[in-house]
């Protein structure tokens, strides 16, 4: 995949738009590879993704699609488009499914669509984080404190790279 | 673990919690009990400390008590030379 395409952490992703390919690398270690399928199969696809592409994505809890948006409707795959924003047809504003070119949509249940969505972060909107505020609670003895960093024990929060603690 | 280390590590540990204590007074200044265990352990860190340095020399240089013991920071041994 291009540097110019940067996933994130909580990026939301369709597992079934992927190849997926997982190696042991038999140090303890796996390594794994995603692969969207359609930047594969299709020629017109089968580039890296750049900034401004469109690409399938899942996305939970998105309201009902009218029939007129399914699938048929949209531009075919070798007009999917770059750079600029998907055609709107639908007419309540809803965003636009996209089937993936060359496939059908297997994974895909009422409720549990693709969506288009635009790469190019430019033109995202801004998020906002936010840190809840901590409560008091009993602190560490100053010798187990300073072993693991910190005398809350709500934030004795050792990072085991996505493993149970 | 000898008992010059003993000594300074107490005084890290003790440090450490008050540290911690003015971290969460930041977010929460009037919270009793983060400002009870900062005067607590401000004051449980700064007799470890005096005694640590009454024992070994002075940690900083404005712990150094001139009037009794002289410019002291200069005074064998000196870090690297410790044996501990």
Redesign the interface.
Known sequence: MSNNYEPYIGMPIDLDAYDVQISDLSDGRISSEMWPKDMLSDDNWSRDLVPGDLVPVEMPLRPETPAQTRPGNRPPANTAPVNSPPVQESPNQQRPVHQRPGHGNPGSEPGNCDLIVDTNFNNWPLAMAYVP??S?EE?YT??K??NVG???PSLDLPFRGGLKR | MTRRQEMLH?V???D??MF??SL?LN??PD?E??LN?FSK?KALAAQAREEFEDAYGPLTHGSVNADRDGWSWINMPWPWQVED
């Open positions: 505020m901590q008091w602190p100053p010798d404190g300073l910190t005398i809350f | 107490r890290q540990q003790l450490f919690v911690e204590a969460y977010n929460q919270n009990s983060a265990l352990y």
